[in-house]
């Protein structure tokens, strides 16, 4: 009776699961087999990160111990915008960053100038070859001194 239960249920299972093959022998004693390697493939992906294209993330970190920073980033406009909270100073300057280039480790590089409040240059340059992801690096330079941040 108990194996009648459970062979229905991994039946059940793989109707579900959108038409996965079983062959002969897959179900027993309770378990499922996929025989299909390419429908296994696409369910891992699709249950990796639902959210693919609407990625956003936040990098924070601190430059010398003595600025604090957040960088945000999404999938359509990239590295767009850095938050400063110098430490001696109780507020927060923003600066806006556009794409420059790839440097010579093809490495994404963006730029971003100084306005009325912050006097320096910015830079930040994703410290991988591949698309930002959560768990990226970047560096960020600003008023010539680094820092970096891991983004989540």
Known sequence: MKRAIASRACSAIAILMGGILV???AIAGGRLAVTDSAM???????IAEPNQDDLHLT???TIQNRVDFTAYYTREAGFRRIDF???????TLTVSMNYVKKDAQNRDIWH???NSEVQADVS?????????QVG???????DHQWG?????
């Open 59 to 61: 990098c924070r970190g």
């Open 112 to 114: 971003g100038q100084g």
């Open 40 to 46: 296994a493939q696409r369910t891992r992906d699709a």
């Open 136 to 142: 990226s690096r970047i560096s960020v330079g600003y």
């Open 148 to 152: 970096r941040a891991t983004c989540r």
């Open 23 to 25: 062959g002969m022998g």
């Open 124 to 132: 930040l340059v994703h410290l991988s070859t591949k698309a930002p």
């Open 85 to 91: 909270r110098p430490r001696r100073a109780n507020r």
